[in-house]
């Protein structure tokens, strides 16, 4: 991950980073470190798994505490007031259809990658839909190049 790269995140998503974060600079690192004076009291460390494992582990926690430090130190505030309703702005809640094949209308709402969940309907502004109606407007129809082909979509609402 680039260490200037800007990371655009809605309050509550840099609410539960920080969340993360906290969780894994007091609890998993204590976790990992008992488990480390465990496996190094069972002896001979050269053929020990248990700490190998421990060891892998720390690696883990160690990279994505420094992964959500630098996100954090980067993150850029979506904030309501910048959200636009003529045209579509990462935090917006978009209703669109995909007409080609005529499905029912999906809601979602454009977030920075950070946060992209499809399950919950947030989709990044760096993905093929979520970066193709990035600046359009309601009623427009767009074209979207998909790894299946390419779908055409309706802008039915901004929110």
Do not use: C, W
């Not at 539960?16 to 906290?22: C, G, N, S, Y």
């Not at 919950?120 to 109606?133: L, Q, T, Y």
């Amino acid at each position: 991950m680039a260490e200037d790269k800007q990371i655009l995140i809605t309050k509550s998503g840099l609410k539960k980073l920080q969340e993360e974060l906290d969780h894994y600079r007091t609890t998993r690192r204590k976790e990992i470190a008992d488990r480390l004076k465990e496996a190094i009291s069972y002896g001979d460390l050269s053929e020990n798994s248990e700490y190998e494992e421990a060891k892998n582990e720390q690696a883990f926690v160690e990279g994505r505490i420094l992964e959500l430090e630098i996100m954090i130190k980067n993150a850029k505030i979506i904030s309501d007031e910048q959200k636009q309703h003529e045209t579509i702005q990462i935090g917006n809640r978009v209703k669109v259809r995909n007409l080609t094949d005529d499905d029912e209308p999906e809601i979602y709402t454009i977030v920075g990658s950070t946060e992209a969940s499809p399950t919950e309907h947030k989709i990044s502004n760096e993905s093929p839909i979520g970066s193709a109606i990035l600046g359009k407007a309601k009623g427009e129809i767009i074209k979207v190049k998909v790894p299946a082909g390419i779908y055409e979509y309706k802008i039915l609402e901004i929110k």
